[in-house]
């Protein structure tokens, strides 16, 4: 364990632009998903409020989800996230798709928080603290780790490619690089767990006090 943990702090040490770099990418997002939500006009927002509301009144109608099959379409979803980030490290050209994933996800919190609690209030807050930001905790600092993972690994391959003749080997960085998005997959696991038992029933619960 203590060698994990200096393996991993010299790691942080290395790469901090990196990871410094994707931080700032996926605040952006979140920023740029506010700004959004600031920017609709009166229409768009009754519009899409409608859409809430009619999810809030399903969510009161209808009997309780069967909260196994939320755990594993949430888990394939970000195992089909990681997958992507992976597939894409392992290309140069897949640098700018990796940048734009992150960006996405960081856009999609922040316009999801940002219309919330810009509609409900106070109310819309508490909704998003315990139905949005409890995974969520755990979600983002996978796909920030796994987002900079992946551009590290691109980088070094760019580097091979410029490096002909020299003793550099990638199998290495690549075994590490597996074995780094195994590690996240269980991650998310857990993610999955607090999503659909935790976060959903908060959800289901804060609905119904709130319309009945």
Not at 98 to 105: A, D
């Amino acid at each position: 364990m203590q060698n994990f943990r200096m393996i991993l702090s010299q790691h942080l040490k290395n790469y901090s632009i990196i990871y410094l770099f994707m931080i700032i990418l996926f605040l952006s997002g979140i920023i740029f998903g506010a700004v959004i939500v600031n920017s609709m006009n009166f229409v768009q927002k009754e519009d899409l409020f409608f859409y809430l509301e009619r999810f809030f009144n399903y969510t009161i109608e209808e009997q309780a989800v069967d909260k196994f099959t939320l755990f594993k379409e949430s888990f394939f979803f970000h195992l089909k996230y990681l997958a992507l980030l992976f597939v894409l490290g392992l290309s140069i050209i897949g640098l700018p798709i990796i940048w734009i994933l992150l960006f996405i996800k960081g856009l999609v919190v922040g316009f999801s928080v940002g219309f919330i609690v810009k509609q409900l209030g106070s109310e819309g807050l508490l909704f998003s603290a315990v139905s949005i930001a409890p995974h969520n905790f755990i979600v983002i600092p996978i796909y920030i780790f796994a987002g900079s993972l992946a551009m590290i690994f691109a980088l070094a391959l760019l580097k091979k490619i410029f490096s002909k003749g020299s003793a550099f080997t990638l199998w290495q960085p690549f075994f590490n690089y597996m074995i780094s998005f195994s590690i996240m997959i269980i991650f998310s696991i857990g993610a999955a767990v607090l999503e659909s038992y935790v976060s959903n029933g908060a959800m289901q619960y804060l609905i119904k006090s709130f319309y009945l």
